[in-house]
Nanobody, 123 residues
Framework: VQLQASGGGLVQAGGSLRLSCTASGRTFATWTLGWFRQAPGKEREFVAAISWNRGSTYYADSVKGRFTISRDNVEYTVYLQMDNLETEDTAVYYC?????????????????WGQGTQVTVSS
């Protein structure tokens, strides 16, 4: 089972990035997919999650209105569109998968984790 994230990089504040994460090794079509992040010296924090049928999404307050999570169940891929990036968004971003509903993601450790992709926002 693998979650392979990509799309990180260096961007100026106010810019945009889109992260992608593709699942392989098993089908995640009926699993909730989500993103977490961890900045240097800080605890890991929840970012966003989306239900298997795309009917439910949940966002951290810090990214609401700026980030959009989506998924493609044919390609087993989850996306995180990040707009109006701030320096505080600098972190390693991890894609995750779990059977719990999106609203529970801030309070649990998802079952599967990807390797992480670095996002750096400069001022």
């Amino acid at each position: 089972v693998q979650l392979q994230a990509s799309g990180g990089g260096l961007v100026q504040a106010g810019g945009s990035l889109r992260l992608s994460c593709t699942a392989s090794g098993r089908t995640f079509a009926t699993w909730t997919l989500g993103w977490f992040r961890q900045a240097p010296g800080k605890e890991r924090e929840f970012v966003a999650a989306i239900s298997w049928n795309r009917g439910s999404t949940y966002y951290a307050d810090s990214v609401k209105g700026r980030f959009t999570i989506s998924r493609d169940n044919v390609e087993y891929t989850v996306y995180l569109q990040m707009d109006n990036l701030e320096t505080e968004d600098t972190a390693v971003y991890y894609c995750t998968a779990d059977r719990a509903a999106p609203v529970r993601f801030p309070y649990l450790t998802p079952t599967y984790w990807g390797q992480g992709t670095q996002v750096t926002v400069s001022s």
